[in-house]
């Protein structure tokens, strides 16, 4: 199994709703990524967490959370979000990274996210 | 810092060759990585270059020349479902780094 799945596919959400992105795979990976992608623009890095623990926080507005409650699971919980954070949230997987080593990253479809 | 550039975007034949450019500035170089990304898709894995040289993998072909901080995508034999972006990405302190992103238009 090479896949990374996202839920929901689309999601629309007011600034004052509490929503959850969830992203799974079965690849035995133990790094596991969040990435925000605008239109016409370059996947950009939010989160990484390495065997289940936040690694990186690339400065994300706390309006975001993300949660890693296993090694397959990851979840990005929306809350008071803005309507510029509309765009394409994508879940990544990959081994951990070592010097050298190929560490791709498998990335799941996304979930296009629209604030209103 | 890390610094990323593509050309924003490049047309061309079906049929013809292709090359996409990817020049870098960065503080942390663990590999370059070569995505393709249809419009409204994840990006799909394409290449990985971690030493100085050419890795070919059937139509695709990817570049690699660490000590210019450059790396080119070939395409050969394009097909229109090669219209896509594409978009290097370097690794390097567990991070994946994409660049600009180049949006390649096949026409008939």
């Known amino acids: 199994d090479t896949e990374v799945t996202q839920t929901p596919k689309h999601l629309v959400m007011g600034m004052t709703n509490k929503k959850s992105l969830k992203c799974e795979q079965h690849m035995g990976h133990r790094a596991m990524y969040w990435y925000k992608q605008k239109a016409k623009k370059p996947p950009e890095l939010m989160f990484v967490y390495s065997y289940e623990k936040l690694s990186i926080n690339e400065s994300v507005p706390s309006r975001f959370s993300p949660e890693c409650p296993n090694s397959s699971l990851l979840n990005l919980h929306l809350h008071a979000l803005q309507p510029e954070d509309s765009a394409l949230y994508l879940c990544a997987s990959s081994q951990v990274q070592t010097s050298g080593g190929n560490n791709e990253q498998f990335f799941g479809p996304g979930t296009r996210l629209t604030v209103l | 810092g890390q610094n990323i550039d593509q050309p924003t975007e490049m047309t061309a034949t079906e049929g013809a060759i292709v090359q996409i450019n990817c020049t870098y500035q960065?503080?942390?170089?663990?590999?370059l990585f070569w995505y393709q990304q249809h419009a409204g898709e994840a990006p799909t894995f394409l290449s990985y270059n971690v030493l100085d040289g050419l890795e070919e993998k059937g139509r695709f072909s990817s570049f690699l020349s660490r000590s210019k901080g450059y790396s080119y995508l070939l395409l050969k034999e394009l097909q229109m479902k090669d219209s896509a972006s594409y978009l290097c990405?370097?690794?390097?302190?567990?991070?994946?780094?994409f660049g600009t992103g180049t949006r390649l238009l096949v026409s008939p």
């Open positions: 960065t503080s942390g170089f663990n590999g």
């Open positions: 990405a370097i690794t390097g302190f567990q991070k994946l780094v």
